[in-house]
Nanobody, 122 residues
Framework: QVHLVESGGGLVQAGGSLRLTCAASGSDFSINDMGWYRQAPGKQHELVAAITSGGNTNYADSVKGRFTISRDNAKNTVYLQMNSLKPEDTAVYYC????????????????WGQGTQVTVSS
Protein backbone atom coordinates (compact mmCIF):
# COMPACT_ATOMS: atom_id res chain seq x y z
CA GLN A 1 0.00 0.00 0.00
CA VAL A 2 1.20 3.48 -0.89
CA HIS A 3 0.25 6.36 1.39
CA LEU A 4 0.28 10.00 0.27
CA VAL A 5 0.66 13.02 2.53
CA GLU A 6 -0.03 16.49 1.16
CA SER A 7 0.99 19.83 2.58
CA GLY A 8 1.31 23.46 1.61
CA GLY A 9 -2.24 24.66 1.14
CA GLY A 10 -3.60 27.78 2.75
CA LEU A 11 -5.06 31.24 2.29
CA VAL A 12 -3.33 33.71 -0.01
CA GLN A 13 -4.23 36.96 -1.70
CA ALA A 14 -4.69 37.14 -5.45
CA GLY A 15 -1.33 37.41 -7.16
CA GLY A 16 0.39 35.45 -4.42
CA SER A 17 2.12 32.09 -4.47
CA LEU A 18 1.86 28.73 -2.76
CA ARG A 19 3.80 25.51 -3.07
CA LEU A 20 2.07 22.17 -2.59
CA THR A 21 4.00 19.05 -1.66
CA CYS A 22 2.92 15.42 -1.82
CA ALA A 23 5.13 12.67 -0.41
CA ALA A 24 4.53 8.98 -1.05
CA SER A 25 5.49 6.35 1.48
CA GLY A 26 5.22 2.61 1.73
CA SER A 27 7.30 -0.31 0.64
CA ASP A 28 8.16 -2.15 -2.56
CA PHE A 29 6.69 0.24 -5.04
CA SER A 30 7.75 2.11 -8.14
CA ILE A 31 6.07 5.35 -9.21
CA ASN A 32 5.25 6.21 -12.81
CA ASP A 33 2.93 9.18 -13.17
CA MET A 34 2.28 11.86 -10.55
CA GLY A 35 -0.27 14.61 -10.71
CA TRP A 36 -2.41 17.21 -9.05
CA TYR A 37 -6.17 17.54 -9.39
CA ARG A 38 -8.57 20.02 -7.88
CA GLN A 39 -12.23 20.35 -7.10
CA ALA A 40 -13.98 23.61 -6.41
CA PRO A 41 -17.48 23.79 -4.87
CA GLY A 42 -20.09 23.03 -7.51
CA LYS A 43 -17.50 22.17 -10.13
CA GLN A 44 -16.10 18.98 -11.56
CA HIS A 45 -12.90 17.33 -10.45
CA GLU A 46 -10.23 18.44 -12.93
CA LEU A 47 -6.62 17.70 -13.75
CA VAL A 48 -4.35 20.62 -12.91
CA ALA A 49 -0.94 19.22 -13.84
CA ALA A 50 0.78 15.88 -14.33
CA ILE A 51 4.34 14.64 -14.72
CA THR A 52 5.62 11.31 -16.00
CA SER A 53 8.58 9.35 -14.70
CA GLY A 54 10.57 10.76 -17.61
CA GLY A 55 9.74 14.33 -16.67
CA ASN A 56 7.16 15.09 -19.36
CA THR A 57 4.54 17.52 -18.07
CA ASN A 58 0.96 18.36 -18.90
CA TYR A 59 -1.06 21.33 -17.64
CA ALA A 60 -4.64 22.50 -17.70
CA ASP A 61 -4.98 25.51 -20.00
CA SER A 62 -6.17 27.62 -17.08
CA VAL A 63 -2.86 27.24 -15.20
CA LYS A 64 -0.32 27.23 -18.01
CA GLY A 65 2.41 29.78 -17.41
CA ARG A 66 1.45 30.16 -13.73
CA PHE A 67 1.85 26.68 -12.21
CA THR A 68 4.86 24.36 -12.37
CA ILE A 69 4.84 20.69 -11.47
CA SER A 70 8.06 18.93 -10.53
CA ARG A 71 9.16 15.74 -8.79
CA ASP A 72 12.00 14.35 -6.74
CA ASN A 73 12.19 10.66 -7.54
CA ALA A 74 14.67 9.95 -4.73
CA LYS A 75 12.12 11.28 -2.23
CA ASN A 76 9.01 9.95 -4.00
CA THR A 77 7.67 13.49 -3.84
CA VAL A 78 5.80 15.72 -6.25
CA TYR A 79 5.49 19.49 -6.00
CA LEU A 80 3.15 22.09 -7.44
CA GLN A 81 4.48 25.64 -7.48
CA MET A 82 1.54 27.99 -7.93
CA ASN A 83 2.26 31.60 -8.85
CA SER A 84 0.02 34.52 -9.81
CA LEU A 85 -2.87 32.85 -8.03
CA LYS A 86 -6.40 33.89 -8.90
CA PRO A 87 -9.64 33.58 -6.92
CA GLU A 88 -10.79 30.97 -9.44
CA ASP A 89 -7.90 28.74 -8.33
CA THR A 90 -9.70 28.27 -5.01
CA ALA A 91 -10.33 24.55 -4.55
CA VAL A 92 -9.32 21.44 -2.69
CA TYR A 93 -6.18 20.11 -4.36
CA TYR A 94 -5.53 16.37 -4.47
CA CYS A 95 -2.34 14.54 -5.25
CA UNK A 96 -2.53 11.39 -7.39
CA UNK A 97 0.18 8.81 -7.90
CA UNK A 98 0.20 5.81 -10.23
CA UNK A 99 2.76 3.07 -10.28
CA UNK A 100 3.52 -0.56 -9.62
CA UNK A 101 3.77 -2.60 -6.44
CA UNK A 102 6.84 -4.72 -7.09
CA UNK A 103 6.54 -7.53 -4.53
CA UNK A 104 5.13 -10.09 -4.69
CA UNK A 105 4.78 -9.95 -8.45
CA UNK A 106 3.96 -6.64 -10.14
CA UNK A 107 0.58 -5.01 -9.62
CA UNK A 108 -0.49 -1.54 -10.73
CA UNK A 109 -1.72 0.87 -8.09
CA UNK A 110 -3.22 4.31 -7.88
CA UNK A 111 -3.35 6.38 -4.72
CA TRP A 112 -4.93 9.70 -3.74
CA GLY A 113 -3.89 12.20 -1.11
CA GLN A 114 -6.29 13.49 1.51
CA GLY A 115 -6.64 16.87 -0.16
CA THR A 116 -5.41 20.30 0.83
CA GLN A 117 -7.47 23.49 0.70
CA VAL A 118 -6.22 26.42 -1.35
CA THR A 119 -8.14 29.66 -0.93
CA VAL A 120 -7.31 32.76 -2.96
CA SER A 121 -8.89 36.00 -1.83
CA SER A 122 -9.57 38.87 -4.18
Amino acid sequence: QVHLVESGGGLVQAGGSLRLTCAASGSDFSINDMGWYRQAPGKQHELVAAITSGGNTNYADSVKGRFTISRDNAKNTVYLQMNSLKPEDTAVYYCNVKGVLVTPGRFPFGSWGQGTQVTVSS
